[in-house]
């Protein structure tokens, strides 16, 4: 029987990049999930693939405590999914005040809600590698220290803190997550590197490269940040020492911006010379993570390739924009 059946299951973030991807997985292995969605999003992809109906959705601010408890209580949650934050670099450093308050307020309203909660047993964090700032040795690891400078990477430092705070003073079943950039269908912020690209190709435009394209990343595919999540609460209901701890989940094999680019024009069958603007600001040069640990730990590896990933991107793009194969 499915670890999953019947589970109250709920998740933040619903409307993002991965919560749909997570939701479709949780829906799939029999789930009860409920979404807290502040807006009303028509494109994303929870409302075209018609996952909402799927699921039940609650209205709201994430940094509203009261309205945090009484989800965890009239629902009796069993399992938490807190992805929901401010993703987006230039709005962090056009709009700090706005991300600090979404990515560590918000986080420490759930965890807080979740403490006086009688009926939640395990909590997933969503974090990311800007957690750990800009270091020197690469590639990170779980025990690299968290040195956010700039206010998308303080925030997200922070909320980790955070996390592990509660774990730690108050034994909450918390496990934090660290991923690298995800990328895959419904990402409909087109000023990120993957939807932005494939966009210009299929409206046969130059792509734009803000940075000077050698920038070092780890592209981790939604499907693939779906499981790892799902497996991380998984592997918590049968080994509670993992309570607190931090998993980086990566495929290990670090592109540069503009390698990237160039793999999805040459899925797509463009030859465009990309328009390097080299103006990025408040951005980390070269970030990318070990997954040893969650391999050994959790028994995790990536379900696909970079090269499978973007293969079915581009196939979402293609029918959400209406461009034939």
Same mark, same amino acid.
């Given at each position: 029987?499915?670890? &999953?059946?019947?589970?109250?299951?709920?998740?933040?973030?619903?409307?993002?990049?991965?919560?749909?991807?997570?939701?479709?997985?949780?829906?799939?292995?029999?789930?009860?999930? %409920?979404?807290?969605?502040?807006?009303?999003?028509?494109?994303?992809?929870?409302?075209?693939?018609?996952?909402?109906?799927?699921?039940? #959705?609650?209205?709201? !601010?994430?940094?509203?405590? /009261?309205?945090?408890?009484?989800?965890?209580?009239?629902?009796?949650? !069993?399992?938490?999914?807190?992805?929901?934050? *401010?993703?987006?670099?230039?709005?962090?450093?056009?709009?700090? %005040?706005?991300?600090?308050?979404?990515?560590?307020?918000?986080?420490?309203?759930?965890? +807080?809600?979740?403490?006086?909660?009688?009926? #939640?047993?395990?909590?997933?964090?969503?974090?990311?590698?800007?957690?750990?700032?800009?270091?020197?040795?690469?590639?990170?690891? +779980?025990?690299?220290?968290?040195?956010?400078?700039?206010?998308?990477?303080? /925030?997200?430092?922070?909320? !980790?803190?955070?996390?592990?705070?509660?774990?730690?003073?108050?034994?909450?079943?918390?496990?934090?997550?660290?991923?690298?950039?995800?990328?895959?269908?419904?990402?409909?912020? &087109?000023?990120?590197? %993957?939807?932005?690209?494939?966009? /210009? #190709?299929?409206?046969?435009?130059?792509?734009?490269?803000?940075?000077?394209?050698?920038?070092?990343?780890?592209?981790?595919?939604?499907?693939?940040?779906?499981?790892?999540?799902?497996?991380?609460?998984?592997?918590?209901? *049968?080994?509670?020492?993992?309570?607190?701890?931090?998993?980086?989940? =990566?495929?290990?094999?670090? %592109?540069?911006?503009?390698?990237?680019?160039?793999?999805?024009?040459?899925?797509?069958?463009?030859?465009?010379?990309? #328009?390097?603007?080299?103006?990025?600001?408040?951005?980390?040069?070269?970030?990318?993570? =070990?997954?040893?640990?969650?391999? +050994?730990?959790?028994? &995790?590896?990536?379900?696909?390739?970079?090269?499978?990933?973007?293969?079915?991107?581009?196939?979402?793009?293609?029918?959400?924009?209406?461009?034939?194969?």
């Amino acid at each position: 029987m499915s670890h &999953w059946l019947d589970r109250p299951t709920f998740v933040t973030g619903a409307t993002g990049l991965l919560g749909p991807w997570l939701v479709k997985r949780l829906t799939q292995a029999g789930a009860d999930v %409920v979404c807290l969605i502040r807006d009303w999003i028509p494109d994303c992809e929870l409302v075209r693939a018609r996952l909402i109906e799927k699921v039940k #959705v609650v209205r709201g !601010d994430l940094c509203d405590q /009261s309205l945090l408890e009484r989800i965890l209580g009239e629902y009796e949650i !069993d399992t938490v999914f807190h992805l929901a934050a *401010q993703t987006i670099v230039g709005i962090a450093n056009n709009n700090p %005040v706005s991300t600090f308050e979404t990515n560590i307020r918000g986080t420490w309203a759930l965890l +807080e809600a979740c403490r006086r909660s009688p009926t #939640v047993r395990r909590i997933l964090i969503a974090s990311s590698d800007k957690a750990y700032g800009d270091q020197d040795e690469l590639p990170y690891n +779980e025990d690299t220290a968290l040195e956010g400078r700039h206010p998308y990477d303080v /925030s997200k430092s922070c909320a !980790d803190l955070i996390a592990k705070s509660y774990a730690v003073t108050f034994g909450l079943p918390v496990v934090v997550t660290r991923c690298g950039n995800f990328y895959g269908g419904g990402d409909l912020n &087109w000023n990120r590197i %993957v939807p932005g690209t494939i966009r /210009s #190709v299929l409206r046969n435009e130059r792509p734009i490269i803000r940075s000077d394209g050698t920038f070092l990343r780890d592209y981790v595919y939604v499907e693939d940040g779906a499981a790892a999540y799902m497996l991380s609460a998984e592997r918590m209901a *049968q080994k509670p020492e993992l309570y607190g701890e931090a998993f980086n989940f =990566s495929n290990e094999s670090p %592109v540069s911006v503009l390698n990237l680019v160039e793999q999805i024009q040459n899925l797509m069958g463009s030859a465009l010379e990309p #328009v390097i603007q080299d103006r990025a600001k408040n951005e980390i040069r070269h970030q990318y993570l =070990s997954a040893t640990k969650a391999r +050994e730990q959790l028994g &995790w590896k990536p379900l696909f390739t970079l090269d499978e990933g973007l293969r079915r991107t581009i196939d979402w793009y293609r029918t959400f924009l209406g461009v034939p194969q």
